[in-house]
Structures are given as structure tokens and as C-alpha cells.
């Protein structure tokens, strides 16, 4: 992979919006579920998995919707239970007397909407009142998973302290899935594999934190057979020079490089067992086979039945794209 870049946002932008260090655009999540809607009745399309040690760097914008309808951004869980506060209405609320004040908010909405047309946010409120109203029940045994089997808890590190909240929110991923949730993301808070120092304990520890989770994840969905219709992607938005930054001692680190480092990718339509491209001698520019964050963006949006350059909407005066940034490909050699 390359961006070109050097910084986090910058080249965390490129990845989710298309170009590089422009905030206020679609994020890939929000292009997909407007390209392909959603297959879940009772769940939103696009959910976001967020860590307890506080937001990614750059926080909402990686999943915002830009100027798509509000309906395509990203629904974020808490990262402790409750995932979704408010979940289940007050008992002297619930059953008929909720479903008789659901019926009469619906009707009132849709006068309200009637007479304005046109008003997206108004419509995503909506939407949003309703799916909320739907999700009490869904979304309720989606998150639990607590009757998963023991093997299975053991198989994502949820008998372990240093794997169980990553491995819990890659089972939740693997059941919102199966569910037809379209987009799940997973983010750890702030950036821990920015290693600028102590590199040797502090790569470790995150490593140990979500190598098994990660492992797992894609041995469970294609044991269930998911894996040949979902796509797994694994990677960061920049990676590490291949030279120590400061001393070269315990306090050592590495700096940024957007220049040349790696994502991996399972299921999908992938191929299996291969590597795709390599850098220079001392690891530090993409030099065979360089991929951008618009060929992967095209190379996503192609797995799933979509023409990147025909995934169009009209804003400010033209049609957009997400992969407006630079020309893009389809990395067809790494296709099934």
C-alpha cells in the first residue's frame, strides 16, 4: 500500500473519503449502504464498533456521511454494555400501549414529511425513530454474547484479560454479520500501533491484544460458511519506517511511512495464500505493484458488484465519487 502521506488524518481520509485530508466527505461505509441499501430489517446497515480506550484518531470523521443523506452514516455501540443506552422502553410503556404510540408518531411523521419534501434530515430522523423502535428486539440478541458456545468464546481470547474486549467486539462483528448488518468496522482508541517509542514492548502488547481476536474472526465465518460473501480487511493508514527513531535503545521507535506498508485482506472473493506487491530493498517506498487507497476503494466497491466509477452522486454542482482522489484501479490479480 502507499498514500503518499505522512500523517494520520491525512492519510486516514484517503482510505474512508477518497482524498486525501478533506474531511466532510462520504466515508466508504456510507458510499456502500447507499450503493447497495441494506439487507437487515431490524438492525442499521453500517455499524461501528468503538474501543473503551476513546475514539481513533480523527474520531467521527471515520465514519460520517458527509453530504450523503444522514440516513448512510455510521450507527457507533458503546464499548461497555450497555452498547445501546435506552435500548428497552419503561415496563408501563411497553407491549400495546408502545406499539398504539409508535402507530400515531408514524402518522404524524409522515403528514409532517408530506409537507416537506425533500427535507433529508427530517426523513433520516424518521427512519431513525423506526429502526430504533425495531431494533429493541434485534439489536438486544444481536449484542449478546453470552450463549455463544464456550468453544467459541475460547477461540476469540474471551477467557483471556488481554484478548476479551477486542475478541468480544470481533464476535459481536461476526454476529452483526450473519444478521445482514452490511458495513461493520472495528477501532482501537487513539492509534496504539503509532509506535514512535519503545516500540519493543509497546508492538507486543497490542499485537497479543488483537492477533487471536482477529485470527479468529475469519476461521469463524468461514466455518460458517460467510467467509466467500464477506470481505475482511485488516490494516491501518500508514505504517512505519524501516530506520529507529531516537536512540537506539530501550526508547526506540519508529516514525510514520505512508510510503510502503501492508493491509491484509480474507474472504470476499480474495485470493488466499499470496501476497501482492513488495517494497524497495530496505522496506521503505511500494515499489512492485504499488496499490492507493482508490485502487483498494475500487477494488472493494468491484467485490461487491459495484462500478466504482458508476457509483455516483450529485453534490455541489457535479457527480462524486468516492474514488475522486486520484485515477483508480481494480486490483484484479488478487481476485478469485
Same mark, same amino acid.
Given at each position: 500500500?502507499?498514500?503518499?502521506?505522512?500523517?494520520?488524518?491525512?492519510? #486516514?481520509?484517503?482510505?474512508?473519503?477518497?482524498?486525501?485530508?478533506? @474531511?466532510?466527505?462520504?466515508?466508504?461505509?456510507?458510499?456502500?449502504?447507499?450503493?447497495?441499501?441494506?439487507?437487515?430489517?431490524?438492525?442499521?446497515?453500517?455499524?461501528?464498533?468503538?474501543?473503551?480506550?476513546?475514539?481513533?484518531?480523527?474520531?467521527? =470523521?471515520?465514519?460520517?456521511?458527509?453530504?450523503?443523506?444522514?440516513?448512510?452514516?455510521?450507527?457507533?455501540?458503546?464499548?461497555?454494555?450497555?452498547?445501546?443506552?435506552? %435500548?428497552?422502553?419503561?415496563?408501563?410503556?411497553?407491549?400495546?400501549?408502545? !406499539?398504539?404510540?409508535?402507530?400515531?408518531?408514524?402518522?404524524?411523521?409522515?403528514?409532517?414529511?408530506?409537507?416537506?419534501?425533500?427535507?433529508?434530515?427530517?426523513?433520516? !430522523? #424518521?427512519?431513525?425513530?423506526?429502526? +430504533?423502535?425495531?431494533?429493541?428486539?434485534?439489536?438486544?440478541? +444481536?449484542?449478546?454474547?453470552?450463549?455463544?458456545?464456550? !468453544?467459541?468464546? *475460547?477461540?476469540?481470547?474471551?477467557?483471556?484479560?488481554?484478548?476479551?474486549?477486542?475478541?468480544?467486539?470481533?464476535?459481536?462483528?461476526?454476529?452483526?454479520?450473519?444478521?445482514?448488518?452490511?458495513?461493520?468496522?472495528?477501532?482501537?482508541?487513539?492509534?496504539?500501533?503509532?509506535?514512535?517509542?519503545?516500540?519493543?514492548?509497546?508492538?507486543?502488547?497490542?499485537?497479543?491484544?488483537?492477533?487471536?481476536?482477529? *485470527?479468529?474472526?475469519?476461521?469463524?465465518?468461514?466455518?460458517?460458511?460467510?467467509?466467500? @460473501?464477506?470481505?475482511?480487511?485488516?490494516?491501518?493508514? #500508514?505504517?512505519?519506517?524501516?530506520?529507529?527513531?531516537?536512540?537506539?535503545?530501550?526508547?526506540?521507535?519508529?516514525?510514520?511511512?505512508?510510503?510502503?506498508?501492508?493491509?491484509? %485482506?480474507?474472504?470476499?472473493?480474495?485470493?488466499?495464500?499470496?501476497?501482492?506487491?513488495?517494497?524497495?530493498?530496505?522496506?521503505?517506498?511500494?515499489?512492485?505493484?504499488?496499490? @492507493?487507497?482508490?485502487?483498494?476503494?475500487? @477494488?472493494?466497491? =468491484?467485490?461487491?458488484?459495484?462500478? =466504482?466509477?458508476?457509483?455516483?452522486?450529485?453534490?455541489?454542482?457535479?457527480?462524486?465519487?468516492?474514488?475522486?482522489?486520484?485515477? +483508480?484501479?481494480?486490483?484484479?490479480?488478487?481476485?478469485?
Amino acid at each position: 500500500m502507499q498514500t503518499g502521506f505522512n500523517g494520520h488524518e491525512v492519510s #486516514i481520509r484517503y482510505f474512508h473519503g477518497g482524498i486525501a485530508g478533506i @474531511t466532510g466527505r462520504p466515508t466508504m461505509g456510507s458510499w456502500v449502504v447507499y450503493g447497495l441499501g441494506s439487507e437487515a430489517r431490524n438492525l442499521p446497515a453500517y455499524m461501528v464498533l468503538s474501543d473503551p480506550g476513546g475514539p481513533p484518531v480523527d474520531a467521527a =470523521h471515520n465514519w460520517e456521511c458527509g453530504f450523503l443523506p444522514p440516513l448512510y452514516q455510521g450507527t457507533v455501540l458503546r464499548p461497555q454494555e450497555p452498547r445501546i443506552l435506552n %435500548l428497552n422502553p419503561p415496563p408501563d410503556a411497553a407491549g400495546d400501549v408502545q !406499539r398504539q404510540n409508535l402507530d400515531l408518531l408514524a402518522a404524524l411523521n409522515r403528514r409532517h414529511l408530506a409537507a416537506r419534501p425533500g427535507e433529508a434530515d427530517l426523513e433520516a !430522523r #424518521i427512519a431513525s425513530y423506526e429502526l +430504533a423502535a425495531a431494533m429493541q428486539t434485534a439489536a438486544s440478541e +444481536a449484542l449478546d454474547v453470552s450463549r455463544e458456545p464456550q !468453544r467459541v468464546k *475460547a477461540m476469540y481470547g474471551l477467557d483471556r484479560p488481554e484478548t476479551r474486549e477486542y475478541g468480544t467486539r470481533c464476535l459481536i462483528a461476526r454476529r452483526l454479520v450473519e444478521r445482514g448488518v452490511r458495513f461493520v468496522q472495528l477501532f482501537l482508541g487513539g492509534q496504539p500501533w503509532d509506535n514512535h517509542n519503545t516500540i519493543r514492548t509497546g508492538l507486543p502488547a497490542i499485537c497479543k491484544r488483537t492477533d487471536q481476536p482477529a *485470527a479468529a474472526l475469519v476461521k469463524d465465518l468461514k466455518q460458517r460458511g460467510l467467509l466467500d @460473501t464477506t470481505l475482511v480487511h485488516w490494516g491501518g493508514e #500508514i505504517g512505519r519506517l524501516p530506520v529507529c527513531e531516537g536512540e537506539l535503545n530501550a526508547q526506540a521507535g519508529r516514525d510514520h511511512n505512508g510510503q510502503g506498508f501492508t493491509c491484509w %485482506l480474507a474472504g470476499g472473493g480474495v485470493k488466499g495464500g499470496m501476497t501482492y506487491g513488495a517494497t524497495d530493498e530496505v522496506g521503505h517506498k511500494a515499489a512492485e505493484n504499488v496499490v @492507493t487507497p482508490n485502487d483498494f476503494q475500487a @477494488t472493494l466497491l =468491484h467485490l461487491l458488484g459495484i462500478d =466504482h466509477e458508476r457509483l455516483v452522486y450529485h453534490h455541489g454542482g457535479r457527480p462524486q465519487r468516492l474514488t475522486d482522489g486520484r485515477p +483508480a484501479r481494480v486490483v484484479r490479480d488478487i481476485l478469485v
